[in-house]
Structure formats: structure tokens, C-alpha cells
């Protein structure tokens, strides 16, 4: 058999067991949020429809979407049109020969066709919450991956923008929890980028103009021009979308620039309205930093009014770590409209390194075994065995050594492995049915009978 090198495919990684306690660790105070707030969890398959997913993130995100070839491609008697087929596919077309199944590139688009298949049997308004893995086909970089978990919430069925207060709340509690402090969760409206697309030619323009934007902190206000007329903009129109750019000051005062620069646009006054809302309802007792920014655009299609972004604290160079937005009709892509709703989610790959770099992982994060008994032999063994089951009944985490050996191996593996306590059972310890119990932190060491160990001891 030939020998194969190890590796991964670029883009993926694997965690041990330091990394997972970490990562569970974030996954539980999110989950813990989510669940206190009323939100339901749920799961959907790894694969999707192709058709599902294309045509539903923008020119861009479509092209990051990885797809699955079809079985048997490998068809003798079909070879020439299957060759013929996948050079189609490769030119950007979708050929069902060929492909017809896909990674799914974020949880909202599968939610989405959840709800579509399953509304008859919801109670709305429906809030859902999703911890899954996605795959994006896009170009590896510290905090961008193409294997990674998404943290989604979502309520569908409601138009109030209560449900945006809430899902605003849950962005600064979870960062409370976490530790995360200095945060920014930036805020904007597609309605007011809907307005500057009507200010600069046409509505039919936005998604040009939101991708161009999307890209500002990337590329640069010079280099989002270039492309913006490269879109087929005018100049006049370029130093409108120039000017929105440049709106700064405190939520106030943008808010009053807002209304001056879309001063006859019903649409753009829809968007500042609901904006106005969220920033006095918004709780001021978290630790948290609710800021207007015209410049976010969030360049997926779907989205039809408030915008989130999560922006990293400025002393981690990392960007954002959550987004999402309000989508009021994702499920009439699918056949069955009028069915509002909006979400957020949590970027915890983001996350996990913001939280390495500030060093805000608790010290108990990495808590594995609490007790290791030795093995001095098959019938000492069998005695610590029994007693290792009753610790498991309390909630111990306990290990037997998986061999008789000598005290100084089994010394080593406890400490590489941090376990604090190691309980010793020899041939007298047996007859009088007590242990040697040490804490390995001071080196500290007592005789207890096993009634103690099981009943009374403090771990």
C-alpha cells in the first residue's frame, strides 16, 4: 500500500483537547444566552440543493460556494458529454449532470427552506438557534477559514423591532459573559443604502453600490471609487456615495446628516426611523458600544433593513465577530412569501482568537480528569475500578491507569495530563480499605478510608 503524507486540506484545522475546551466553552455561553432568551435549537444537513443556495449571497458569495460532484461520473459510456458538461461547469454554469448538491455557505439560507418546508407546523412568531460548521471555497487568512462554525439566531414571523432590541442585547450579553470588553456593534440600514442607489441613478444599482461598500475597510474609499465607476457610475455619483461615507460624529449627529443628505426620500426616512428606535432602546447598561455606521453594507442580498456587524475591540486586529440583519420575505425564495425575519450570528473561530490574544480564558476552561487511581496490579486494579465507578456517580471525572506500571511513569502521565489528584491502592490499603490520596499542585499526601473518598472528600 503506498504511503499517503499527512496533511489538511488548506483552509481546515483540527483541534485537540485544549482548543475544544476552549471552543466548548464559547459554545456554552452562547447556547446559555440563546436558550434564556426563548430561542429553540435546530439542525440542518451539511448538504444542500445547489439550487438552494445559488443566487442567494451576491455575484461574490456565489462564487465561494463549494460544490459536490455527482457518483458516478466515472461512466464509460457517458464520458465525452460528461467531460463535455463539466467544462460547462467550470466556465460558472450549473450543469445537474454534473453537480446538483453543495456545502451550505452560512445557516440563514438553510433555516430559510426549513421554515419554507415546515410552516404549517411552527408556531410563529418562530426563534430559532443553530451551532453547525459551513464552508466557504475562500482564501485561508488568520480569522478566515473554509471549514468553520457559525452561532445563529433567528426569529421568523415577526415584523416588530422588538425582536432587533433583543437580538442586540444577546450580541452584549454573550461579550459580557465571554469577557470580551470594548466591543463595537455597528448598525445600518439597507433601506438608507436602497436610498443612495435611488440618489445615484436607480434602485437596481444598490447591490453594486453595497458590495463596492462591503469592501471600504479591505481596500480603501479610493479603490471602492475605482469601483464604482468601473460599475458605470458617473463621477457626480461617485462623490455622493463619498459624501455618505464620510459621515461621522455621534450616533446624533449622523442621524441628522442621514436626514439632511435624504432629506425627500421616503425610503431612506423608513430606515432612519427604525434606526432612531433601536438606539434608544438599546439597554445602556452593558458594557457595550451601539454605533451608527452609514459605511456598513453587508453585501448579501437577502437583507432588507437593520444590518449588525460585530466589530473585534480595537487592540485585536481582527475586524468583524458577528453579523447579521433583518430579511423580510427569505422565505419567498422559496415559494412562500410574506413570512418576516431577522438574525444575527457569532463568528466563533473570530471569537476563539480574540479570546486567546487577550488571555480571557478562565483557568478552568482546560479542567479534564480531577482523579487518577493508579494500577499496582490486576487485583488492586479491580478494587480501584470499583471505586472509580462510584466517583463517576458523583460527577468526578475519574481514570483508572490503563496498565500496571512503575510509579514514576504513572507520576509522568498524571502531571502531563494536569490531573491534580492521584489516589494510590496497594495490597494493605485493600485489607484495611483505605487509600493514599495526593494533590499533585502541593504534594500534599493522606490515608482516608474509602467510605471518606466516596462521601466526604473535596476534590
Keep these: ?57 451576491g455575484e461574490e458569495g456565489d462564487k465561494l460556494i463549494f460544490k459536490i460532484l455527482n457518483n458516478g461520473l466515472d461512466n464509460k459510456e457517458k464520458e465525452k458529454q460528461i467531460r463535455d458538461d463539466f467544462e460547462k461547469v467550470l466556465e460558472g454554469k450549473n450543469i445537474k449532470g454534473i453537480t446538483e448538491r453543495a456545502l451550505k455557505y452560512d445557516l440563514t439560507i438553510p433555516f430559510a427552506r ?118 458605470g457610475l458617473t463621477a457626480q455619483q461617485v462623490t455622493t456615495i463619498e459624501n455618505y461615507l464620510n459621515i461621522t460624529g455621534s450616533n446624533e449627529e449622523k442621524i441628522n446628516s442621514l436626514k439632511k443628505l435624504f432629506a425627500d426620500n421616503e425610503t431612506a426616512k423608513k430606515g432612519i426611523e427604525e434606526i432612531q428606535f433601536l438606539v434608544t432602546s438599546h439597554p445602556t447598561t452593558h458594557n457595550s458600544q451601539l454605533t451608527i455606521d452609514p459605511t456598513l453594507a453587508r453585501g448579501l442580498n437577502y437583507y432588507t433593513g437593520i444590518i449588525f456587524e460585530a466589530k473585534a475591540p480595537a487592540e485585536v486586529k481582527m475586524g468583524s465577530i458577528g453579523g447579521g440583519g433583518r430579511y423580510d420575505d427569505l422565505t419567498g425564495l ?46 488492586e486494579s ?8 462510584q466517583l463517576r456517580q458523583k460527577g468526578i471525572r475519574t481514570e483508572l491507569y490503563h496498565e500496571s506500571a512503575k510509579f514514576d511513569k504513572q507520576f509522568k502521565y498524571a502531571e502531563k495530563k494536569n490531573i491534580p489528584w492521584v489516589v494510590i491502592i496497594g495490597e494493605k490499603e485493600i485489607e484495611s480499605e483505605t487509600c493514599n490520596i495526593k494533590d499533585l499542585r502541593t504534594g500534599q499526601q493522606q490515608s482516608i478510608s474509602w467510605q471518606q473518598l466516596i462521601n466526604e472528600f473535596q476534590f
Design 1 to 57: 500500500m503506498t504511503k499517503t503524507t499527512a496533511g489538511l486540506p488548506q483552509g481546515t484545522r483540527d483541534f485537540g483537547p485544549d482548543v475544544v475546551r476552549k471552543r466548548n466553552y464559547i459554545f456554552n455561553t452562547i447556547r446559555s444566552v440563546f436558550e434564556l432568551s426563548g430561542f429553540e435549537p435546530l439542525e440542518t444537513p451539511a448538504m444542500e440543493n445547489l439550487e438552494t443556495l445559488m443566487g442567494k449571497y
Design 114 to 231: 426549513y421554515v419554507a418546508m415546515n410552516h404549517n407546523q411552527l408556531t410563529f412568531p418562530f426563534k430559532r438557534y443553530q451551532i453547525q460548521p459551513v464552508w466557504r471555497a475562500d482564501r485561508p487568512q488568520r480569522g478566515r477559514y473554509r471549514e468553520f462554525y457559525q452561532c445563529d439566531a433567528d426569529v421568523v414571523g415577526s415584523n416588530s423591532l422588538l425582536n432587533e432590541v433583543e437580538l442586540a442585547n444577546i450580541y452584549a450579553k454573550v461579550f459580557m459573559q465571554l469577557g470580551i470588553k470594548g466591543f463595537e456593534l455597528k448598525i445600518n440600514h439597507r433601506k438608507i443604502l436602497t436610498a443612495l442607489a435611488e440618489l445615484c441613478g436607480g434602485a437596481e444599482k444598490m447591490n453594486d453600490i453595497a458590495v463596492a461598500i462591503d469592501k471600504l475597510d479591505k481596500i480603501g474609499l479610493e479603490k471602492v471609487k475605482e469601483e464604482l465607476s468601473a460599475k
Design 334 to 379: 422559496f415559494g412562500v412569501p410574506d413570512i418576516p425575519g431577522v438574525g444575527i450570528s457569532f463568528g466563533v473561530d473570530r471569537i476563539y482568537d480574540v479570546m486567546e490574544e487577550l488571555k480571557l480564558f478562565p483557568a478552568d476552561v482546560h479542567a479534564g480528569t480531577q482523579v487518577l487511581f493508579f494500577n499496582l496490579g490486576e487485583k
Design 382 to 389: 479491580q478494587r480501584s475500578f470499583g471505586l472509580v465507578q
